[in-house]
């Protein structure tokens, strides 16, 4: 059974810890060297937040890992990574490339580069050293993101914590009213989620209301508030890198029969799925427990997406959980559980979390009531 990733206090050491997880994955790969461009992870493999910036894991020891950066950024990277040499160049890939040895096999994140740029790197290897050859990595990087350690878990409780207060002080202020408009509603939600000490928002705020609640991710526009309706908010807040995600659904003023229905019957799906999250549990058995409460409802064909996501340093990275999912959820992994029922032209539902995998229980991370609600 997979465990929590090893939790250490001092940032330094948690990234030092990351890199030593990856360098152990480079036999695997039969890698002298891993590269490593992509920002986010190499923001979780060495803390740094600039715009330009490559990663070099050796296999010999963390004595021969580097970090390159260009000019705008040497007092960050002096400051972010005090642990790694840094070395200075526009071409950050390439510049780590001239550092390595002839003959040296270096693994690379082929599947987040273009077709473009895999060549052009081949071509800065070629230059640098015919004899240098590049060698796939595969998402190595991204499966160790997988499980959580509790430095970065605190990070998303604080981020779910400033989206629970956000929205329920945008609700006593009454801003969530009719004769507002959906835009209107959610950009008084992310400039609260600054306020409760959110970095940023987690992406573009769906408030969806009326008929528009019935569109999965509906983008808000200036219609209008009305009483009766669904309003459907999906939001999230960014803190220390990390994201949150939450959706509630509520009602203006006054409720009918079917949309109680409705909501009961997602709320129901909402509750199964997260009763099924455990350690070692198919992620493709997750989704189809809550899906079974929806489709014996007779609604299965107006549940139109998978159950839930991973959420870290990206709103949306592995584990999926959805009917194509594939392989089992460890403990320590941050997923949402997110079913919904959309009737076009009338109204949706969706109830969302973000949960933590544990022994046992898992960690509910929003805490912001879900029960059956006009407001």
Known sequence: MTSLAPSVTDPHDVHRARRDRLRAALTDV???????????NV??????????????????????????????YVTQVSEQVPDLVGVIGRNCPATLLGGFAGGSVVAVEEHAMTVATWRALGADADATSPSIRLVALGPRVE????????????????ACQAADVALATIIERGVI?????????????????YACGADDISFETIVAAGANSAVPHHRPTDAVLASGDFVKIDFGAVVGGYHSD??????????????????DLVAAAQQVGREALAPDADARG???????????????????????????LQIHEAPAIGASATGTLPCGAAVTVEPGVYLPGRGGVRIEDTLVVREGVPELLTT????????
């Open 30 to 40: 039969g890698a002298d060297h891993a590269l490593i461009g992509d920002l986010v």
């Open 43 to 72: 923001r979780y493999l060495t803390g740094f937040t600039g715009s330009n910036a490559a990663v070099a894991i050796a296999a010999s020891g963390p004595d021969d890992d580097r970090i390159a950066t260009d000019g705008r």
């Open 143 to 158: 499966q160790l993101r997988v499980v959580k350690d509790e430095s970065e878990i605190e990070l998303l409780r604080q």
């Open 177 to 193: 009213v009719p004769g507002q408009t959906e835009r209107q509603v959610a950009r008084a939600l992310e400039w609260e989620m």
């Open 246 to 263: 939450m959706t509630r659904t509520y009602v203006l003023d006054h409720a009918a029969d079917w949309q109680r229905e409705i909501y």
């Open 286 to 312: 997750v989704d189809a427990a809550a899906r079974a409460v929806i489709d014996a409802a007779g609604y299965g064909e107006n549940y139109v997406h998978g159950l839930g996501h991973g959420v870290g």
């Open 368 to 375: 912001t009531d879900k029960s059956f609600s006009v407001i």
